[in-house]
Each structure stands twice: as structure tokens, then as C-alpha cells.
């Protein structure tokens, strides 16, 4: 138990690398391309890691795989929309603070999971630690779009991670069950591809960084988290998975320069006490 808890933690570390990426390519590409490149570059990754892995006969139900793909290409689109119409501090406090919560909701009406007295203790340690975090330097630039959208982000990763969630129960492979799902998903988002700054991502930067995008945070990144999801409740995993704010914040300290202040550093700590507390469940 404890390894698939590390996995999520490990996907979450891996998930945080996307900001601090997108900060080192090339200016002026549009945010939806990325997100459309990144879907395309990580279900072709995946394919690949897939040639090389047992395969399993139990192939994944059309439903889950529809609605995992669907809830991922619009967490894609609704969350870099989010950022880009509210700000990075409130786009990702408000997506990733509200997708634990929003999880418990969905897996308690599809799966009927429970949430356990762990999980909404460690749930609320860690969003008060992401409040803290995200809001170290003000929030600012405020608006109802981007708040509205930052909502449906988290909404859209629950429903993928349920959904996903309930295809690996009932038997589907890892890798493949990832490889179909983010297929699909770049399918969806493949018009957004073309939506501005395409010639951006043609160059030697450009490519860098979609092929960080895809391999990374997309394709070890779901791998990892799939592993661990296999093996743990739906809200847990999500919960998880907020090691994403830390390890970007850190990221874009060391290697963006950027300053992190008193109230970074206990938003940092905050929720790391949260995850350390939270996998005490598996003992």
C-alpha cells in the first residue's frame, strides 16, 4: 500500500514540473495548443511504454473510457483557461483545492465510496496549505470566468479520475487503460491545437517543451498515478496528488528565481503534513 500512496505523491511531484516548463519555452504560444500538444505527445508516449509492458485481455468498458477522456481534454482546456482568465494564484488554488472535495462527491455517487475521517482531515490540512500557498503573493486580477472555469477544471479531473478509477477495478491494464484514455482525449482536443502560436511549437524550444510536457508530466506522470489509483480510493488519490503546488512553487524558485516568502514556506509545510498525515491510512 505504502508504494501506490509514493506513486501518487510521485505523480503529484511530477504534475508540478508543467508550470515551471511552460515559464522556459517559447513566448507567445497559446495555451490551449499546449494543452492539445501535451494530450497528443503523451497518449503517443504512452502507446510507446505500452509495446513493452504485459498486456491484459480485460479491455476497458466504453463508457468510463469516454467519460475519463472527456473529463481529461476539459481539464486540459478549462484549466489553462482558468490561469489565463484569473491568474495563476486563484486559476490553481481554486481547481486543485476544489478537486479532492469534488472527487469524494463523485466517487460516494459512482463507486458509493465513503470518505474516511483520514481523508477529510488530511483534505482540509492540505487545501489550507494550497490557500496559503497560492495566495503568498495577493490575489489578484480577479474575475467570475476564471473562477468559473478553474470550478469545472476540478469537476473534470474528478470525473476522470472516478471513472478511470472504476475501468482499473474492473481489471483493465494500467497502460493500456491510460493510452486509450489520453488517445481519445487528444481526439477531443485536437481542433485547439490550431487555435494560435502553432508556429511556436515547431521550433527546437518549442518541441523541448512538448516533449517534457508529454513525457513527464503526462506520461510517467498517469502512469504513476494510475498505479497508485489501483490501489486506493478515488478522493484519497486525488488528495494525494496536491504535492503539485509544493513541487511547483520550489521548482520555480530554483530554477525560475523566483522568491518564496513566509507564507509560501508554511503553505509548502502545511501541506506536506497534510500528505504525511493522510498516508498513515495504509498502516
Sequence with gaps: MRSRYGALILAGVFFGSTGTAQALGPHG?????????????????????????????????KRDL????????????TFFGAVKSTGVAIGTVTALGS?????????????????????????????AGIIFLSSS?????????????????GASYSLFAVT??????????????????????????????????????????????????????????????????????ASTASTLILAEPATATLLAAVILNEDINTKGWVGIFVIACGLLYLTQESK
Design 29 to 61: 504560444i497559446s495555451t490551449m495548443a499546449v494543452g492539445s500538444a501535451r494530450l497528443l505527445c503523451g497518449a503517443f508516449l504512452l502507446w510507446l511504454f505500452t509495446r513493452f509492458m504485459p498486456r491484459t485481455t480485460q479491455k476497458m468498458d
Design 66 to 77: 469516454w467519460l475519463s477522456a472527456i473529463g481529461m481534454a476539459l481539464y486540459q482546456l
Design 99 to 127: 478537486a479532492p472535495a469534488l472527487t469524494g462527491v463523485i466517487a460516494f455517487i459512482v463507486l458509493r465510496e465513503k470518505p474516511s475521517r483520514t481523508w477529510l482531515i488530511a483534505t482540509f490540512v492540505t487545501s
Design 137 to 153: 503573493k495577493g490575489f489578484a486580477h480577479f474575475n467570475f470566468v476564471g473562477f468559473s472555469l478553474a470550478i469545472c477544471a
Design 164 to 233: 478511470s478509477k472504476r475501468a482499473l477495478s474492473m481489471g483493465a491494464g494500467i497502460a493500456e487503460a491510460m493510452t486509450q484514455i489520453f488517445a481519445l482525449s487528444a481526439l477531443l482536443a485536437f481542433p485547439f491545437l490550431f487555435t494560435g502560436g502553432f508556429s511556436h511549437m515547431v521550433t527546437a524550444k518549442g518541441f523541448a517543451l512538448i516533449l517534457w510536457l508529454g513525457l513527464v508530466p503526462t506520461a510517467l506522470a498517469y502512469l504513476a498515478y494510475a498505479y497508485g489509483l489501483h490501489g486506493v480510493r
